[in-house]
């Protein structure tokens, strides 16, 4: 079954709302934005959409495809709002999609089968480039010489991590050729009902869950381009979501300490920014070598702490720590967010 040659109804839009339909998404970069940290147990979402759109009045539209099934479970998240929430159901859309077109469904479960062999892959390299990073931070001193072996061991991570982004896009950039998403019928239909729904609201929440869920739902329907620069509340993986580079991280994990792997590119409307869910549980910040392995090696990007209480504030170009906002510094320590 090939995409049919069908297209769906035409209808009059505003221009934010044209779509495109040649596989390519829109690259966007927002102008107000606020990054939160988890919402479940200490809910801050509130204050921060009334920060952004001044009237009670004005629908929000919700976006909690990385919830997967849970999808439709936002009651305590409206009682908090307390506005009109839209809750676009993007995970329940694709499941949808794939109910009429199976044949995009096996394109999707193949690229994702050789995108974790490509995560396999650089995993293994990395902790081959990691190590020397490590060791070298640890006999520190003033020796010139090793300071700029440092360098160079860094400049090799970081090599590494731009080539493994590269190889991601061109999975996807073949992906979208080959298998022409944007065209197939049922995504049109799923897309237009999107639309319609993001032109009657005035600020677009993306929460967290499965990142990997999350972000390759939305780039189904380029959902950021769709939105365009308008006001965005994102937390826990929602946040990661948007800036330019996905970070995976966990120092306590069952299988032990392991190093952060950067997954892919994000939609990069967040510049200059890394979004580290649940950094205290998940960050061994007592340990000096460990906060300088991911500071210094993102840097000039902030390695923000997304904890419960976090907020950042994105405006006008640049970032604002608004409550309880930390990042990691690159002397290996914990630092509050310049303000």
């Given at each position: 079954m090939r995409p049919s040659a069908g297209r769906a109804p035409s209808r009059s839009k505003p221009p934010f709302q044209q779509a495109r339909r040649s596989g390519r998404h829109v690259a966007?970069?927002?102008s107000s934005a606020i990054v939160l940290g988890p919402q479940r147990r200490e809910p801050i979402l509130g204050a921060a959409i009334d920060d952004l759109v001044a009237s009670r009045e004005e629908p929000v539209a919700l976006v909690t495809a990385g919830w997967e099934e849970r999808e439709d479970e936002d009651e305590e998240l409206r009682e908090h709002v307390g506005r009109a929430v839209t809750n676009l159901r993007v995970w329940a859309r694709v499941e949808r999609i794939f109910e009429q077109d199976p044949e995009l469904l096996q394109a999707m479960r193949a690229r994702h089968a050789v995108l974790r062999g490509v995560q396999d892959v650089y995993r293994l390299r990395l902790a081959g480039l990691v190590e020397p990073v490590r060791e070298l931070l640890q006999r520190g001193g003033d020796d010139p010489w090793v300071a700029a072996e440092e360098q160079d061991a860094w400049e090799l991570v970081r090599r590494l991590d731009r080539q493994h982004m590269s190889r991601v896009a061109e999975i996807h950039a073949e992906f979208e050729a080959r298998e022409r998403p944007s065209e197939r019928d049922a995504v049109q239909a799923e897309r237009a009902e999107l639309l319609d729904q993001l032109a009657g609201v005035s600020c677009l929440l993306v929460a967290g869950g499965h990142i990997g869920v999350l972000l390759h739902r939305m780039r189904l329907f380029d959902l950021c381009?769709?939105?365009g620069d308008r006001p965005v509340v994102?937390?826990?993986a929602g946040a990661m979501a948007l800036t330019e580079r996905i970070v995976l991280f966990h120092d306590r994990s069952?299988?032990?300490t392991a190093h952060a792997?950067?997954?892919e590119a994000g939609f990069g409307l967040l510049p200059d920014f890394v979004a580290l869910p649940h950094a205290n549980h998940r960050i061994a910040t007592d340990d000096?070598?460990?906060v300088q392995l991911l500071a210094r090696r993102f840097a000039p990007a902030s390695c923000a702490m997304l904890d419960y209480g976090a907020r950042f504030d994105w405006r006008d170009g640049a970032w604002r720590a608004v409550a309880?906002?930390?990042?990691?510094a690159e002397d290996g320590s914990v630092e509050e967010a310049v303000r």
């Open positions: 966007v970069k927002l381009g769709a939105w994102a937390w826990s069952v299988q032990g792997e950067v997954m000096a070598v460990r309880q906002a930390r990042r990691l």
